[in-house]
């Protein structure tokens, strides 16, 4: 399957958010799905350090960095973790950086751009709270699909079954 986005627009449309935002492809996996899971941090990745360490088999990491282009909100060794731990993909409203090793990881990873600097670390950001992102309202346990085309959210699981 190269595409799901288009896919799931002809039958879900209405069901459908797209996130319009211009997000750049990091992640060796182009397409990906999962119950999304959120943070809001600005310049600190400690929180989202802290999360991805843990299990998130068929979920979707959402990180409100304000748009902040200042520092990498995620970096290599976060990023393994993530792996590691089962997570299906990772939105950044943010940096990343390490990007030569973030295309060789099999997880989808989008965010606003790259940035070699890293984050302060003092524990400071929210996690699992309602995000308002370019007018979009991202709750913990939406769905999120993405793709190359984009990124889009549901409050509902779509049956993938009828476009895969």
């Known amino acids: 399957m190269l595409d799901l986005l288009p896919d799931l627009y002809d039958h879900y449309a209405e069901q459908l958010s797209l996130l319009p935002i211009a997000l750049n492809q990091y992640g060796q996996k182009k397409i990906f799905w999962g119950e999304v899971v959120t943070i809001k941090c600005f310049e600190d990745n400690s929180m ?48 990343v950086r390490d990007v030569g090793v973030l295309s060789q990881l099999d997880i989808g990873i989008k965010a606003l ?31 999120l699909y993405s793709d ?15 476009i895969l």
């Open 48 to 95: 989202v350090k802290k999360l991805l360490a843990t299990e998130g088999k068929g979920k979707v990491l959402v990180v409100d960095g304000s748009g902040s282009l200042n520092r990498a909100l995620l970096g290599d060794m976060i990023a393994m973790d993530a792996v590691k731990n089962g997570w299906e993909g990772i939105i950044i409203n943010g940096c």
């Open 113 to 143: 751009g790259a940035n070699p600097i890293k984050t302060v670390k003092l524990n400071v950001g929210e996690v699992n709270l309602k995000l308002d992102i370019a007018n979009n309202i991202i709750v913990p346990g939406m769905m």
């Open 148 to 162: 190359e085309n984009g990124v889009a959210v549901s409050s509902d699981k779509l049956d993938l079954s009828i």
